[in-house]
Structure formats: C-alpha cells, structure tokens
C-alpha cells in the first residue's frame, strides 16, 4: 500500500482512531510519519498520548480524509482559492487554513467571521459544533456578534426556525449528509442576514 | 465515599471578558483593566495576590500546591491571583484566556467543585460581559476550550493499574470517550508517585454536568480496577509487599536528608500499604499525600523556619518536616 501522503513510498505506519464512535485509518510512509508525527522511537507511551493525539487534529493533512465529502469546509477553501480571494477575518487578518493548522492563534472575532466554515473543524475535535449548558445571565447575548447589539431583540419566530434548522444541519453533518446540510446552512445564513 | 484511590478533583472554567483582546494580544493597559474588573467584582471575600509582583520561589510553591498552572506563573502579562477563604477556589487572571476559574474538592467530588466555580463565575458575571457565542458557547482564546470552557479533572493514586505497560492502552481507552489520563509529575508514561490526572478533552456540545458526570464515572470505574489490580499484585507476594511498605515508612519516619524523588517513592509505597492495611496510620483526608505535598522544593524553601539555601538544607528540611507529618 502507497502513503496516503505522499503517494510515492510503500506505507509502513498505520494507524486507526475511533473518536466519538467515528473511526478513521491512516496509513504512511517512513518519511511523511516522521514529518506529521514525530521522530524514530516515538511511541504514543514515550511521548505523553496526548501530544499525538492532538498532532492529528492539528495536521492540515488529516482533515480532508476525515471530510470525505467535505461541502461544507474544503469547497469552500477551494473556491475561494480559485476565486483568488481567500477569506481573512477581518479583525486579524487569519485564513482558515493558518486558524486550522495552528499557523496562527484565534482571535476573538476569527470564530464569528468563520462561523460556518468552523462547524466541521469543532465537530472534528469535540464530537459536536453546538453549545449546549450554561449561558450568560444576562439576556444583552446575540447570535453570532461580538459588537453591535442591534438584533438582540430579534422576532421570536426566527429564533425559533434558526433553533431548528440548526439541529436539522447537526443531525446531517452527524449521518454524513453533507448536501443537505449545505442547503440548510444557505437558509440559515438567509435568516441570520 | 472511597477516596483511597481519588485524591482531589478540580473544575477549571475558562471566561474572557467581550471587548478585550485575547491575551496574547492585549496590551499593558487593558490586561490591567482586565484584573481591575474582577478584582472589583470579586469584592473582599477573596484575597487578592499581584501575582505578576511574586518572586520566582513563591510562583514555584503557587504551582507546586496546584493552585495556579505553569503557563500563569511564566505569564508575561500582568496577573492576578484571587483565592477565597477556605482556598477552594482561586481565579487566575491573565493567564491564556483573560479568567480562569478553578475550584477544589477533597476525593471524588467533581459536583462539589463544579458548584463552587460556577458560584464564582456568577459573582464575576455580574460584573462583566463574558464572550459568548449562540453557537459555540464561551469562546476561549484555545478553540480546545470553546463552548462550556470547562476542565474537569480527578487526581487519582493508580500504582497498581497504570504503569508503563498499561499507560497506552488506558490513553487510547480514555481517549475514545473524550478524556485524557496524564502523570501529575513529570510527563509522559511514568509518574511519579503513581499519581495521575483523569480529565475531559471535549468541552463542546456537552453541558457541564455532562461532563462531570463523564469523568467521574470514569474515576469510579479506574477505581475499581485499582482496587482489583491491587489485591491481585498484593496476593502475588504479600510478604513482600507488606515488607516494602514497612520499610518505606520507617525510613520516612527515620531519615535524617531526604530527596523530593525519593520522597515521592516511599509515600506512594506507604500508601499502598495504607490502602492494603499493612500498616496503621491514619490516611484520613489523604494525610499521606499532603504530607508529600508539603515537601516539594519551592514550597519546603517556602515555609521551613529556617529558610534552607542549598539542596542539602533542603533534604534535611523535607526529612524533619516528613518526620513530623508522618510520626
């Protein structure tokens, strides 16, 4: 079998993980193993599980292989690269692709101006994209804003469509229907608007 | 409840205040403004420390007792340390996210702590805006911490169950259900003392109770195999064991010097032997343990009288100190 990476050595290393009930297998070469995860001798017990474990989460390469089909995040990085405009945030000025592979740290806003194109990232690292549990006390919160507070009084009916279509997007990213959540994600960027 | 195996638990909750940059970020003036606004929201129930203003030792002993991490004492920020009375919960400002909350409870008793920080984070909340996103939850400067931002953590006394053999397995066991198991000293698949940290990795799209509810039956499950794994090593040669365990103590009672390394492995060899009865000592609230604690080289420099200025002092401080919270 050839590395999944680099497509050109035989695959010596294989390795399978099962997160959240999701598994996935990778299989590479000498070279890109030592690239991607570390040193000879680097044993998930020499080198504190932890730092290999997230090594995966960190690694650009990975993330295609757990996205298949991935709409909702590789489409649109490749768009926008063929479009020449890459989405920045516009506070800081990151791309996804330096948020998403640790080349430079989030700011406060990079979460709101990727909102979307983060679901499948989170969903990746937590099992999950949607807060659940506490909340601010105080009822000042609106959606997807660090500024402006002029829609925190939004009519109920909306809040309440955008509540479901959001569980609806969950429940398709979670079985995998990554077109209809798509779609989902359009209607809710329409109501959000 | 069995706390043979469970030292202490900890929740950590991670806040940033809306309108301020992360810290990474921020500038002098802001981070300052940052540990004003909790200072004035926390009031005078908690003592306030410029902790940014402590020497390099008092920073060590802070860490050393688990009150505060590394990364806060290597902050290059200004910080601030807040620690209520009865030192169940201390608020660390200026560390990776603008407030880190944590609190603490004796054995296995991650609701309890969770309690606490949360009635801190309330008494903060009145204060202050908290970043907070419909979606996501809290935003966290790491996106590891987003949604609740909450850590919750067991430490636990496993020599009979983790050890280098079995470390892997259990990380990858562990890993599987979201958590993670870490040496509470040094790093990676010996620790020492046997002492090891059990915590949760997802901290989004469970509620915090969820989460507690997790980690703690993983405990109470790690708990049980320990309790298995240690009558079945116990049984393979008690005399030995039990022989081990009496040396341990009397040497630890004895000692004239005494090194923080050979320190940690004679107490955990007498708290195998206080779990399996070969010896009576009291090992209520796990006296055996913070008698350990106590004798960690910045917190020894710390609180002996005589303030020892050399590694010899040191381990002739920690034998007279060991000596006495073990008699």
């Given at each position: 079998?050839?590395?999944?990476?680099?497509?050109?050595?035989?695959?010596?290393?294989?390795?399978?993980?099962?997160?959240?009930?999701k598994t996935a297998s990778y299989a590479l070469c000498d070279e890109c193993?030592?690239?991607?995860?570390?040193?000879?001798?680097?044993?998930?017990?020499?080198?504190?599980?932890?730092?290999?474990?997230?090594?995966?989460?960190?690694?650009?390469?990975?993330?295609?292989?757990?996205?298949?089909?991935?709409?909702?995040?590789?489409?649109?990085?490749?768009?926008?690269?063929?479009?020449?405009?890459?989405?920045?945030?516009?506070?800081?000025?990151?791309?996804?692709?330096?948020?998403?592979?640790?080349?430079?740290?989030?700011?406060?806003?990079?979460?709101?101006?990727?909102?979307?194109?983060?679901?499948?990232?989170?969903?990746?690292?937590?099992?999950?994209?949607?807060?659940?549990?506490?909340?601010?006390?105080?009822?000042?919160?609106?959606?997807?804003?660090?500024?402006?507070?002029?829609?925190?009084?939004?009519?109920?009916?909306?809040?309440?469509?955008?509540?479901?279509?959001?569980?609806?997007?969950?429940?398709?990213?979670?079985?995998?229907?990554?077109?209809?959540?798509?779609?989902?994600?359009?209607?809710?960027?329409?109501?959000?608007? | 409840?069995?706390?043979?195996?469970?030292?202490?638990?900890?929740?950590?909750?991670?806040?940033?205040?809306?309108?301020?940059?992360?810290?990474?970020?921020?500038?002098?003036?802001?981070?300052?403004?940052?540990?004003?606004?909790?200072?004035?929201?926390?009031?005078?129930?908690?003592?306030?420390?410029?902790?940014?203003?402590?020497?390099?030792?008092?920073?060590?002993?802070?860490?050393?007792?688990?009150?505060?991490?590394?990364?806060?004492?290597?902050?290059?920020?200004?910080?601030?340390?807040?620690?209520?009375?009865?030192?169940?919960?201390?608020?660390?400002?200026?560390?990776?996210?603008?407030?880190?909350?944590?609190?603490?409870?004796?054995?296995?008793?991650?609701?309890?702590?969770?309690?606490?920080?949360?009635?801190?984070?309330?008494?903060?909340?009145?204060?202050?805006?908290?970043?907070?996103?419909?979606?996501?939850?809290?935003?966290?400067?790491?996106?590891?911490?987003?949604?609740?931002?909450?850590?919750?953590?067991?430490?636990?006394?496993?020599?009979?169950?983790?050890?280098?053999?079995?470390?892997?397995?259990?990380?990858?066991?562990?890993?599987?259900?979201?958590?993670?198991?870490?040496?509470?000293?040094?790093?990676?698949?010996?620790?020492?003392?046997?002492?090891?940290?059990?915590?949760?990795?997802?901290?989004?799209?469970?509620?915090?109770?969820?989460?507690?509810?997790?980690?703690?039956?993983?405990?109470?499950?790690?708990?049980?195999?320990?309790?298995?794994?240690?009558?079945?090593?116990?049984?393979?040669?008690?005399?030995?064991?039990?022989?081990?365990?009496?040396?341990?103590?009397?040497?630890?009672?004895?000692?004239?010097?005494?090194?923080?390394?050979?320190?940690?492995?004679?107490?955990?060899?007498?708290?195998?032997?206080?779990?399996?009865?070969?010896?009576?000592?009291?090992?209520?609230?796990?006296?055996?343990?913070?008698?350990?604690?106590?004798?960690?080289?910045?917190?020894?420099?710390?609180?002996?009288?005589?303030?020892?200025?050399?590694?010899?002092?040191?381990?002739?401080?920690?034998?007279?100190?060991?000596?006495?919270?073990?008699?």
């Amino acid at each position: 079998m050839l590395c999944q990476k680099c497509n050109k050595n035989t695959a010596t290393f294989f390795y399978t993980e099962t997160v959240n009930g999701k598994t996935a297998s990778y299989a590479l070469c000498d070279e890109c193993k030592k690239k991607f995860i570390g040193g000879e001798g680097h044993s998930a017990a020499d080198d504190g599980f932890e730092k290999l474990y997230n090594g995966f989460f960190n690694d650009s390469f990975f993330m295609p292989s757990l996205f298949p089909s991935s709409v909702l995040f590789g489409n649109a990085d490749m768009l926008a690269k063929a479009s020449g405009s890459v989405k920045k945030c516009p506070s800081c000025g990151a791309s996804l692709y330096e948020l998403t592979n640790a080349k430079r740290g989030f700011c406060p806003e990079c979460y709101i101006a990727f909102s979307d194109e983060l679901a499948p990232y989170f969903k990746n690292m937590h099992g999950s994209y949607l807060h659940k549990g506490r909340r601010p006390m105080s009822q000042n919160v609106t959606k997807t804003q660090t500024g402006s507070d002029n829609t925190s009084k939004n009519d109920n009916s909306n809040e309440k469509e955008l509540a479901e279509l959001r569980e609806k997007l969950n429940e398709a990213i979670q079985e995998e229907r990554y077109e209809d959540a798509a779609k989902l994600r359009d209607r809710i960027r329409q109501l959000e608007a | 409840m069995d706390n043979r195996y469970s030292i202490s638990s900890r929740v950590r909750i991670a806040r940033n205040i809306k309108g301020f940059p992360f810290t990474d970020r921020i500038n002098e003036a802001d981070m300052a403004s940052v540990c004003d606004i909790v200072k004035g929201a926390l009031g005078n129930e908690y003592s306030y420390i410029n902790f940014a203003a402590l020497s390099p030792l008092k920073k060590r002993a802070y860490v050393e007792q688990h009150i505060v991490s590394p990364e806060f004492a290597n902050a290059k920020n200004k910080t601030a340390l807040f620690i209520n009375s009865d030192r169940s919960v201390a608020v660390m400002v200026g560390e990776e996210d603008h407030i880190r909350i944590q609190a603490f409870a004796e054995g296995l008793d991650l609701a309890k702590a969770l309690k606490y920080a949360e009635e801190t984070e309330d008494v903060i909340a009145r204060a202050v805006d908290f970043m907070f996103d419909e979606k996501i939850g809290y935003i966290t400067k790491c996106p590891t911490n987003i949604g609740t931002g909450l850590r919750a953590s067991v430490m636990m006394f496993l020599p009979a169950t983790v050890n280098s053999d079995t470390v892997s397995a259990i990380s990858s066991d562990l890993a599987r259900n979201g958590m993670t198991i870490r040496g509470v000293y040094g790093e990676g698949s010996s620790s020492f003392g046997s002492l090891y940290q059990i915590s949760n990795n997802v901290t989004l799209g469970l509620s915090e109770e969820e989460i507690v509810e997790r980690v703690t039956k993983i405990a109470e499950n790690l708990a049980v195999a320990e309790e298995k794994n240690e009558n079945r090593l116990c049984a393979s040669n008690p005399d030995y064991y039990r022989d081990d365990c009496m040396r341990a103590l009397g040497i630890l009672r004895s000692a004239y010097m005494i090194s923080s390394s050979e320190a940690g492995t004679l107490i955990s060899k007498v708290m195998l032997g206080a779990n399996m009865g070969y010896v009576d000592i009291d090992n209520k609230n796990n006296r055996i343990y913070r008698a350990l604690e106590s004798v960690f080289p910045a917190t020894l420099t710390e609180t002996a009288e005589k303030t020892p200025s050399n590694d010899r002092e040191r381990d002739i401080a920690r034998a007279e100190s060991l000596r006495k919270s073990l008699a």
